[in-house]
């Protein structure tokens, strides 16, 4: 608990803190009405398919931003899917899928309109907000409303990941909260998100302040929540709210992990560890030293991108290992000078 106080007496901590809280609450509220959007969007574009249904399950695999299909189907599938994405040009992670699996579970389907990272993920409410705005973003069903709104989101959702000492602006929290309001009134048509964009202004609003209080004559630390009354200015129409009962040590370990997550899968995409990266990591390991009570509860986290470190040192740390062409001019020196001296020998 004294860790606790420490940092939530950290204006900056809080306020990155309650940004992620509210990234949480929107991927709550957004998750039933993508999946359901998705199921749609799978029924039409199986309709779609002219190529006869194989009797089993072709053997087509994705790999990272690359695929080749092998059979009829998966072709038509690859078809229809590009011609629905936005960013036809762009890096497309072919990987996240399975294309065996496109005719019969939606959510395969889905993954190609996302970014990296999504191979384990089998539905909507496993997937973090960044695949949900990302997915609006660039599969053309949701064309019908105004995407710039889903991309300064997801652009806000970016600085607060990349943020590696965890900290934001009071400024910076403005501005994300208008953000966040532009796209709450964007998709008020989906079910429970005006409600949830209201339990987001409280959480903007609100004051985490740790106690203490005497339990039996002794001291104890206690967090405590002082919920400010909203005033929502007509911005949000009045519906019944209730504050998602999770704690702030519940939402900062959520964050953390998707941040340390993040950085291993982009350490695994470059292949080697950048400054910017180390940099990064030694400002996680470094805040997970300091706060012991998030670093026992990382640990398992903390141990993936220790060992991915590892296995990404620049190629120059590990010693100069000759060119293969440098090896092969060496040899052909060598039996230069043997014949050389074997063509002086025999004169
Ligand atoms: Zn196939």
Same mark, same amino acid.
């Given at each position: 608990?004294?860790? &606790?106080?420490?940092?939530?007496?950290?204006?900056?901590?809080?306020?990155?803190?309650?940004?992620?809280?509210?990234?949480?609450?929107?991927? =709550?509220?957004?998750?039933?009405?993508?999946? +359901?959007?998705?199921?749609?969007?799978?029924?039409?574009?199986?309709?779609?398919i002219?190529?006869?249904?194989?009797?089993?399950?072709?053997?087509?695999?994705?790999?990272?931003?690359?695929?080749?299909?092998?059979?009829?189907?998966?072709?038509?599938?690859k078809e229809?899917?590009?011609?629905?994405?936005?960013?036809?040009?762009? =890096?497309?992670?072919?990987?996240?899928?399975?294309?065996?699996?496109?005719?019969?579970?939606?959510?395969?389907?889905?993954?190609?309109?996302m970014?990296?990272?999504?191979?384990?993920?089998? +539905?909507?409410?496993?997937? =973090?907000?960044?695949?949900?705005?990302?997915?609006?973003?660039?599969?053309?069903?949701?064309?019908?409303?105004? &995407?710039?709104?889903?991309? /300064?989101?997801?652009?806000?959702r970016?600085e &607060?990941?990349?943020?590696?000492?965890?900290?934001?602006?009071?400024?910076?929290?403005?501005?994300?909260?208008q953000?966040?309001?532009?796209?709450?009134?964007?998709?008020?048509?989906?079910? +429970?998100?005006?409600?949830?964009?209201?339990?987001?202004?409280?959480?903007?609003?609100?004051?985490?302040?740790?106690?203490?209080?005497?339990?039996?004559?002794?001291?104890?630390?206690?967090?405590?929540?002082?919920?400010?009354?909203?005033?929502?200015?007509?911005?949000?129409?009045?519906?019944?709210?209730?504050?998602?009962?999770?704690?702030?040590?519940?939402?900062?370990i959520?964050?953390?992990?998707?941040?340390?997550?993040?950085?291993?899968? /982009?350490? /695994?995409?470059?292949?080697?560890?950048?400054?910017?990266?180390?940099?990064?990591v030694?400002?996680?390991k470094n805040?997970?030293?300091?706060?012991?009570?998030?670093?026992?509860?990382?640990?398992?986290?903390?141990?993936?991108?220790?060992?991915?470190?590892?296995?990404?040192?620049?190629?120059?740390?590990? +010693?100069?290992?000759?060119?293969?062409?440098?090896?092969?001019?060496?040899?052909? &020196?060598?039996?230069?000078?043997?014949?050389?001296y074997?063509?002086?020998?025999?004169?």
């Open positions: 608990m004294a860790l &606790l106080a420490t940092r939530m007496n950290c204006g900056e901590y809080m306020n990155w803190l309650k940004a992620g809280q509210c990234l949480l609450l929107l991927q =709550d509220r957004l998750k039933g009405y993508i999946g +359901g959007k998705m199921l749609d969007f799978h029924w039409e574009l199986s309709d779609r002219t190529a006869p249904r194989p009797k089993k399950r072709c053997q087509c695999r994705a790999a990272r931003k690359q695929f080749q299909p092998s059979c009829p189907v998966c072709a038509q599938w229809l899917i590009l011609a629905h994405h936005n960013y036809k040009n762009g =890096d497309i992670h072919w990987g996240n899928s399975n294309p065996s699996l496109w005719p019969t579970h939606y959510w395969e389907v889905a993954k190609v309109y970014p990296r990272g999504q191979a384990q993920v089998r +539905g909507p409410e496993k997937c =973090d907000v960044a695949a949900l705005l990302n997915l609006m973003n660039t599969c053309d069903y949701f064309s019908g409303s105004n &995407l710039s709104r889903v991309r /300064e989101l997801i652009k806000c970016n &607060l990941m990349h943020s590696a000492d965890m900290k934001v602006s009071s400024s910076w929290l403005k501005h994300f909260e953000k966040l309001y532009d796209l709450v009134s964007e998709f008020k048509h989906v079910p +429970g998100l005006l409600s949830g964009g209201e339990e987001m202004q409280k959480v903007l609003l609100s004051e985490l302040s740790i106690g203490v209080i005497e339990v039996d004559g002794i001291p104890k630390f206690e967090l405590q929540s002082l919920i400010t009354p909203v005033d929502l200015q007509g911005r949000v129409t009045s519906q019944s709210c209730t504050i998602t009962r999770i704690s702030p040590e519940e939402v900062e959520l964050l953390i992990q998707q941040l340390i997550q993040e950085l291993c899968l /982009e350490i /695994e995409e470059q292949g080697s560890l950048t400054e910017e990266n180390e940099d990064k030694g400002k996680i805040f997970l030293s300091q706060n012991e009570d998030l670093g026992f509860v990382l640990q398992g986290d903390l141990k993936r991108l220790d060992n991915l470190r590892k296995n990404h040192v620049p190629p120059n740390a590990e +010693g100069w290992i000759p060119p293969q062409g440098f090896a092969a001019f060496l040899v052909v &020196l060598s039996l230069a000078f043997s014949l050389a074997l063509f002086g020998q025999t004169h």
